[in-house]
């Protein structure tokens, strides 16, 4: 299977947001995941897992259907990809590992307001009076 495109063709616009007609249109990737692009005045992109989610969530009951503009195109023979559903789930990485450096400007330094008690650091706008 390779990439297939399609059109949100509402036939009742039931949040009464964004009429009827077409209104929206996007691609159904090899994997099946889904990237929508909505038309209008504040036009939107979101990716979704599949097109079934989609229908469920803009789909309003038949309200809205999906209009295939690429014909089923079958499987791929020279694609290899297993399903999704069959791949073990994997763990974000940890992107934040490496201890972050150190501010060397003096205006943030904690020693600043460390070393009188009671004082403010030197950026806040309250005073101390004694």
């Not at 504040?42 to 309200?63: E, F, K, L, Q």
């Not at 069959?86 to 501010?103: G, I």
């Not at 943030?108 to 460390?114: A, G, I, L, N, T």
Request: hydrophobic residues 30%.
């Amino acid at each position: 299977m390779s990439s297939r495109r399609f059109r949100l063709i509402r036939h009742q616009d039931v949040s009464g947001v964004s009429g009827t007609g077409p209104v929206a249109e996007g691609v159904q990737f090899t994997d099946g995941a889904v990237a929508l692009r909505w038309y209008g005045d504040y036009p939107t992109t979101t990716v979704w897992d599949g097109i079934d989610s989609v229908v469920a969530i803009h789909g309003h009951g038949g309200a809205t259907v999906v209009e295939w503009l690429d014909p089923e195109p079958g499987p791929d023979p020279d694609l290899r990809l297993p399903p999704r559903e069959t791949l073990p789930p994997r763990p974000w990485p940890d992107l934040h590992s490496a201890v972050e450096p150190q501010d060397p400007d003096p205006l943030h330094s904690e020693r600043d307001y460390r070393a009188a008690p009671g004082a403010a650091p030197p950026w806040s706008s309250r005073r101390v009076f004694r």
